[in-house]
């Protein structure tokens, strides 16, 4: 199979910038700690571990 020579000489259509990007809709992002204290978590396991 001989490659077409003349299937590189043009290039294709430009495509519209529009035409490139998605939209969609997104639901917010879950909270990362759960609805925890973090800050009083730390210190129930470590900080007042020792008394």
Do not use: N
């Not at 609805?35 to 008394?51: A, I, K, P, Q, S």
């Amino acid at each position: 199979m001989t490659p077409d020579k003349d299937r590189f000489k043009q290039l294709p259509k430009p495509i519209r910038l529009e035409d490139t990007v998605t939209t969609s809709d997104t639901e917010p992002v879950p909270d990362p700690e759960g609805g925890r204290d973090t800050e009083r978590d730390f210190l129930v396991r470590y900080g007042l571990g020792g008394l």
